[in-house]
């Protein structure tokens, strides 16, 4: 078993305990390559934040688990060479097994998740538990889930949604001992995350989605006091980015987020951890899509990997910055 002590990680633990009190939510990102990795410790290491690295099951089949356990040890080792020793946590985004989890845990993890939210209530603390007793044999911290996302993102999909009951979660936290609490509050996973029907259009044509649900938040806030709360699909999805792909090739239609000003107020309140996934993906893959459109002689990967990075890097700055306001709590 490699620990994650060894490789420089923590766990988030204290990370989240002082944004559930401090008004701000941790950035939780997610990587699959060199680069995607390389904008968030360079965007975090310069607006001095604390960063959760979120791999998902997909990711990792796609990146190599061997090879994500030294690509965090060297995370760690970059923001020291880059002037700021944040506090990094490597973090696994929807499990869906306790085998998963533990074979993460096993190669130097600091925290997981697992979702048990397609489960009965009973099957979901069932399952929660059993992570949860074995990752905190090792200092590892579990977050778990209650409530469903609609939406499709890597190998995380459902088509229809549930918000989180909040009359179950005081039940459901002291039955697993979990450390943090995906809730279901209207995010959802992917880029499409409503339908034009869900939506409103203003006066100056834009489609407005449905608000998120504050009420449930409050309450769940008044019933876990002080304790991490996350939400899961909370891009935004950047109109421009989403204009640059359309104009350079691409074919997104019907591309709506979450207002960024909604994320702020629930970071502000008890959500701690913000997970953003979508948001990434869309900036590299406009800043991609332009270089081959305006040099389609170019090859060479790192002259559009490289732009690709650079426009990701700027993406997550804003969102520490304006969103989740991590600034300056590393």
Aim: aromatic content about 6%; glycine content about 8%; proline content about 4%.
């Amino acid at each position: 078993m490699i620990s994650f002590k060894d490789i420089g990680l923590v766990n988030t633990r204290d990370m989240l305990k002082k944004a559930a009190t401090g008004g701000y939510a941790v950035p939780a990102y997610n990587f699959n390559n060199m680069e995607q990795l390389q904008a968030i410790i360079q965007a975090c290491v310069e607006t001095r934040s604390p960063v959760i690295l979120q791999v998902s099951s997909g990711a990792r089949k796609y990146a190599n688990q061997t090879l994500l356990r030294y690509m965090a040890q060297g995370a760690v080792a970059y923001a020291r060479e880059l002037g700021c020793e944040i506090p990094i946590a490597l973090h696994l985004d929807h499990g869906d097994t306790f085998e998963l989890c533990q074979n993460c845990i096993d190669m130097g993890f600091s925290s997981v998740m697992i979702d048990g939210s397609h489960h009965s209530y009973e099957q979901n603390i069932e399952l929660t538990a059993r992570v949860v007793e074995f990752a905190h044999r090792h200092d590892i911290t579990v977050e778990g889930e209650l409530g469903v996302l609609a939406g499709v993102e890597d190998e995380v999909s459902s088509e229809t949604s549930s918000y989180t009951n909040p009359a179950e979660v005081e039940d459901f936290v002291k039955r697993t001992k979990v450390d943090s609490l995906a809730i279901s509050i209207g995010t959802s996973h992917g880029a499409n995350k409503f339908t034009l029907k869900q939506c409103k259009n203003n006066e100056k044509g834009v489609w407005v989605p449905p608000p998120l649900r504050f009420d449930i938040l409050a309450e769940v806030e008044k019933r876990l006091k002080g304790f991490p709360i996350v939400l899961h699909g909370s891009s935004s999805v950047p109109e421009e980015e989403v204009k640059t792909i359309n104009r350079y090739g691409g074919k997104l239609e019907n591309a709506i987020g979450i207002p960024e000003d909604q994320l702020r107020k629930a970071a502000a309140l008890s959500v701690s951890k913000i997970n953003i996934d979508s948001d990434g993906r869309l900036a590299m893959t406009a800043a991609i899509r332009k270089v081959f459109s305006e040099s389609p002689e170019e090859f060479d990967p790192r002259k559009y990997l490289g732009p690709a990075r650079d426009s990701l890097k700027r993406l997550y700055m804003h969102k520490v910055n304006h969103v989740l306001g991590s600034a300056g709590k590393a």
